[in-house]
T-cell receptor
Framework: KAGVTQTPRYLIKTRGQQVTLSCSPI?????VSWYQQTPGQGLQFLFE???????NKGNFPGRFSGRQFSNSRSEMNVSTLELGDSALYLC???????????FGSGTQLSVL | DQQVKQNSPSLSVQEGRISILNCDYT??????FLWYKKYPAEGPTFLIS?????DKNEDGRFTVFLNKSAKHLSLHIVPSQPGDSAVYFC?????????????FGDGTTLTVKP
C-alpha cells in the first residue's frame, strides 16, 4: 500500500506570492489533516478534512485554506506569503481522524 | 495556551539503558494519546498509543504509561538503542467523539550514545 505522498518536496517563493501544496492520502483513508512545523516547534494544527468537509480548523489566519476532493486528495493554499510562513508543511491521513496518523515527508517552504 | 507539553527539549542516554520521555496535558477532553518518532527530513511515524481507559500499553521495547489524575503520560524505551535517536512527539486527540484534530507537544530530542 502506498504511503502519504506530498508534492512538491521543496518550494521557494517570495513574499506576497501564493502557493498550493498537494497531498495524496493512503488509499481508503477519508481524513486528511495539515500541520505546520517551524524550527524548534512542535506540529501546529492547520485544518482537517473528512469526506470533503472541513471538520476542524486551527488558529491560523484566513490566508491559509484547504480543500479535499472526492478521491480524498487534498490541497492546501497559502496566499500573500509572509516570511514567517517558512516552515515544513506536513500532511497526514487516517481512517477516521482520531486514531494514529500517517504522515507524508512534508513540503519544505521557504519564503524569501 | 499549550495543551500538550513536553518539558524536556532533549534527553541523552547510554545504549542499553532506559529512556523515559514525559508529556503533560491540560485538556480533560483528550481521550486518546499517541507517541510519534521523527527523523530529519521525514514525516513523523506512529510509535505507540494508549486510550484513556487504560493506564499502560506495551509494544516490544516501548511502553506508554498514562496517569489521568495527574494528566501525565510517559514513554519508556528499554533497552535504548542508537537507532532510537530521533525527535519524539507526544500527541493527544479527543477520540471517537471529537475526531479530526490531534494536538502535539514540541518534541523531545533523544540521543542514545553507543
Amino acid at each position: 500500500k502506498a504511503g502519504v505522498t506530498q508534492t512538491p518536496r521543496y518550494l521557494i517563493k517570495t513574499r506576497g506570492q501564493q502557493v498550493t501544496l498537494s497531498c495524496s492520502p493512503i488509499s481508503g483513508h477519508r481524513s486528511v489533516s495539515w500541520y505546520q512545523q517551524t524550527p524548534g516547534q512542535g506540529l501546529q494544527f492547520l485544518f482537517e478534512y473528512f469526506s470533503e468537509t472541513q471538520r476542524n480548523k486551527g488558529n491560523f489566519p484566513g490566508r491559509f485554506s484547504g480543500r479535499q476532493f472526492s478521491n480524498s486528495r487534498s490541497e492546501m493554499n497559502v496566499s500573500t506569503l509572509e516570511l514567517g510562513d517558512s516552515a515544513l508543511y506536513l500532511c497526514a491521513s487516517s481512517l477516521e481522524g482520531w486514531e494514529k496518523l500517517f504522515f507524508g515527508s512534508g513540503t519544505q517552504l521557504s519564503v524569501l | 495556551d499549550q495543551q500538550v507539553k513536553q518539558n524536556s527539549p532533549s534527553l541523552s542516554v547510554q545504549e542499553g539503558r532506559i529512556s523515559i520521555l514525559n508529556c503533560d496535558y491540560t485538556n480533560s477532553m483528550f481521550d486518546y494519546f499517541l507517541w510519534y518518532k521523527k527523523y530529519p527530513a521525514e514525516g513523523p511515524t506512529f510509535l505507540i498509543s494508549i486510550s484513556s481507559i487504560k493506564d499502560k500499553n506495551e509494544d516490544g521495547r516501548f511502553t506508554v504509561f498514562l496517569n489521568k489524575s495527574a494528566k501525565h503520560l510517559s514513554l519508556h524505551i528499554v533497552p535504548s538503542q542508537p537507532g532510537d535517536s530521533a525527535v519524539y512527539f507526544c500527541a493527544a486527540s479527543g477520540g471517537v467523539t471529537n475526531a479530526g484534530k490531534s494536538t502535539f507537544g514540541d518534541g523531545t530530542t533523544l540521543t542514545v550514545k553507543p
